[in-house]
């Protein structure tokens, strides 16, 4: 048999979702794009989807996680703060640990 683990990871603030995965690419598109409405097109998601679950990680986060520039000549866009560079790394790198862990427990299971 093949067995599988299903587990998915988030990190919630007084019992809203600061953090999981679809956060996640949505803040690394950004980074990548310069853009919240360019990285919820690359997402596939609705701008007004996308700008609501920003706007609710930047309301649980200690610290701004993006920063927005208003219009102008070259356009606005919005940028990862340091910290959101900080917070989207730590959370890869608990995610990677985590399914790590998975992993080795699913081991015992399979040698059972």
């Known amino acids: 048999m093949d067995y599988k683990i299903k587990s ?12 999981g995965e679809g956060r996640v690419q949505l803040l690394k598109e950004i980074q990548n794009t310069g853009s919240l409405s360019k990285a919820a097109k690359s997402l596939g998601i609705s701008y007004k ?5 920003l706007d609710a990680v930047n309301k649980s986060a200690k610290k701004p996680v993006t920063i927005n520039s208003v219009g102008g000549k070259n356009g606005g866009g919005t940028q990862l703060t340091a910290y959101g560079k900080v917070l989207v790394a730590t959370f890869e ?11 080795q427990q699913l081991e015992k299971i399979e040698n059972l």
């Open 8 to 19: 998915r990871i988030w990190i919630e603030t007084d019992n809203k979702v600061l953090l």
């Open 49 to 53: 989807k996308a700008w609501h679950l």
């Open 93 to 103: 790198d608990i995610n990677k640990n985590c399914w790590e862990f998975l992993d």
